[in-house]
């Protein structure tokens, strides 16, 4: 069956850089297209980047752009989510997410913390 499997989170100081990744299986990982979701404390969900099946496109939500780098290893089933210049409002559950506006299978998420 579909897994998708977030690892990399923690807490980290405000300037801090963390790296997501999320190990894919059970179906055509190198055909989809994938994305980064998240949700902050007592917020709603917010899409972060995404990224094509070739890996040669993404799209990023305006607060993270030139911060964030979502890219994927098809040969390993990887997803990643780089992170650079982390701000505590970047505070966080991040998930990773199958498809591209319509989501149709969900990690368990990754909790990033910025905090001094």
């Known amino acids: 069956q579909v897994q998708l499997v977030e690892s990399g989170g923690g807490l980290v100081q405000p300037g801090g850089s963390l790296r997501l990744s999320c190990a894919a299986s059970?179906?055509?990982?190198?055909?989809?297209?994938m994305t980064w979701v998240r949700q902050a404390p007592g917020k709603g969900l917010e899409w972060v980047p995404d990224?094509?099946?070739?890996?040669?496109?993404?799209q990023y939500t305006d607060s993270v752009k030139g911060r964030f780098t979502i890219s994927r290893d098809s040969a390993k089933n990887i997803l990643y989510l780089h992170m650079d210049s982390l701000k505590p409002e970047d505070t966080a559950l991040y998930y990773c997410?199958?498809?591209?506006?319509?989501?149709?299978?969900w990690g368990r998420g990754a909790q990033v913390t910025v905090s001094s």
């Open positions: 997410v199958r498809g591209q506006d319509v989501y149709d299978y």
């Open positions: 059970g179906f055509p990982f190198s055909l989809t297209y």
């Open positions: 990224i094509d099946e070739t890996g040669r496109s993404s």
